[in-house]
């Protein structure tokens, strides 16, 4: 197993004055967007970087087991899931995944999200604690079948023209998110953590 990234990936990425998670970052969406399928050294940078920013850490003889069992179909799962426009995934793509990130949903699920952010989200506990309800368990969330009703109640809400115009809106009042998908908006909005009260409340001070 490739443990380093290699020199062909590094000599592309141009170094700034960026913080390290900004270099991930710009690592991640460099392997996303290569114009060629991706090979497997580029899978196990993308599962490690992912588990970085994760409290967990990953467990290297997993990655190894599923790379040794399962490298090639591993791969078709990984460069379907980054040119799709809608989820394709099969329970088996998914299990497969799963396996390849600490066996873990919430790990998978980070992997297709960073892969293809506009047809992926993010599934994890700060989500669920939203979608589900506040204080839910881990052993609770972080299977596959919370995974794929969350991800068809955003895809079924996607279709909502009610929920379509609201995105729109939030497009127009937040440049930053211009060119977002509805699904990628509706994720955002979900994992981002609601302002505190006090801030809710405040009213503007009188000039």
């Known amino acids: 197993m490739h443990s380093a990234v290699p020199a062909t990936i590094a000599a592309e990425m141009h170094p700034t004055e960026s913080t390290g998670s900004d270099r991930s970052l710009q690592l991640l969406a460099h392997i996303a967007a290569l114009p060629t399928p991706l090979e497997m050294v580029h899978a196990v940078v993308c599962v490690h970087i992912v588990y970085g920013w994760m409290p967990t850490i990953l467990d290297p003889l997993g990655v190894s087991k599923a790379v040794d069992e399962n490298a090639n179909r591993l791969l ?18 998914l299990g497969l995944l799963r396996g390849f990130a600490n066996n873990s949903t919430v790990g998978a699920s980070k992997l297709l999200h960073f892969l293809n952010p506009c047809v992926y989200p993010i599934w994890d506990s700060r989500v669920a604690n939203r979608y589900l ?3 839910v368990s881990r052993e609770t969330f972080d299977n596959e079948s919370r995974l794929w009703a969350y991800m068809g109640t955003l895809w079924d809400w996607s279709r909502d023209p009610t929920v379509k115009a609201a995105c729109a809106a939030l497009n127009k009042a937040c440049p930053n998110t211009k060119g977002c998908t509805t699904v990628r908006l509706m994720e955002l909005v979900l994992f981002h953590p609601p302002l505190p009260q006090k801030l809710k409340t405040r009213r503007p001070a009188k000039p």
């Open 76 to 93: 078709e799962v990984l460069n379907a899931a980054r040119s799709a426009k809608e989820p394709r995934l099969t329970d088996d793509d």
């Open 133 to 135: 309800w506040s204080g």
